[in-house]
Every structure is written in structure tokens, then in C-alpha cells.
Nanobody, 123 residues
Framework: QVQLVESGGGLVQAGGSLRLDCAASGRTFSSSYMGWFRQAPGKERKFVAAISWTGVRTYDADSMKGRFLISRDSTKNTIYLQMNNLRPEDTAVYYC????????????????WGQGTQVTVSS
């Protein structure tokens, strides 16, 4: 059993910051990558960022515009998403994902998902 637990979501005003955490436990993943996705109501689940345990990072630069930073603590099997200069359009449920097979930016590539944490950005 693989478990992913997100935390750190909440309500912030536009321009504020949040840091999301995702702690992984269970069997060792066959892939070294973990990532973050987000999904707003009625929309597709969208790639945010991914990171390997050796520090290779992939971002959806067009949408995130450098405002988000992914990091990890490999010794704790934990990844983080630092979100700065938040905007109302960032409002979504943010999901942690692990063990991708294929494209890192494709939600269907990931075998494991957390329950999600709500991020709401007010004007």
C-alpha cells in the first residue's frame, strides 16, 4: 500500500503565499519522480511540477510563470510546492502524485495519488 498525504492548503488573499507538503509512505516506487497537479471544478487535472529524488525539476512554465517552486526532502520521502504571488485563478484542489510511467506532465501517467488539498485565493 502506497500512501500520499497532502497538507498546507487553505484560504489566502491574492498576492499571498502557501506551501504544500506531500508525505509519501509505503512500498518503494519504481519511478523516482513525484509531482503536483491541480484541478478546478469542471476542468481537467493540470500539471504543475514534478521532481526526481536527484533534484531534476520539471515545471509547467507557461501556466506557473515562475511563481511556484517544487522541492523535496528525499530522506523523508516528502515533496513541497511553494506557491508565491497567488492569484484567484490558482484556486483548485492540489494533488500529489507518484510513480509516473511515461510523460511526467500527463496525469494518467501516475499510479498513486493523494486525496488533494484545497487552495482558495480570494481577490
Amino acid at each position: 500500500q502506497v500512501q500520499l498525504v497532502e497538507s498546507g492548503g487553505g484560504l489566502v488573499q491574492a498576492g499571498g503565499s502557501l506551501r504544500l507538503d506531500c508525505a509519501a509512505s509505503g512500498r518503494t516506487f519504481s519511478s523516482s519522480y513525484m509531482g503536483w497537479f491541480r484541478q478546478a471544478p469542471g476542468k481537467e487535472r493540470k500539471f504543475v511540477a514534478a521532481i526526481s529524488w536527484t533534484g531534476v525539476r520539471t515545471y509547467d512554465a507557461d501556466s506557473m510563470k515562475g511563481r511556484f517552486l517544487i522541492s523535496r526532502d528525499s530522506t523523508k520521502n516528502t515533496i513541497y510546492l511553494q506557491m508565491n504571488n497567488l492569484r484567484p485563478e490558482d484556486t483548485a484542489v492540489y494533488y500529489c502524485a507518484a510513480d509516473p510511467r511515461g510523460l511526467l506532465t500527463r496525469a494518467q501517467s501516475y499510479n498513486y495519488w493523494g486525496q488533494g488539498t484545497q487552495v482558495t485565493v480570494s481577490s
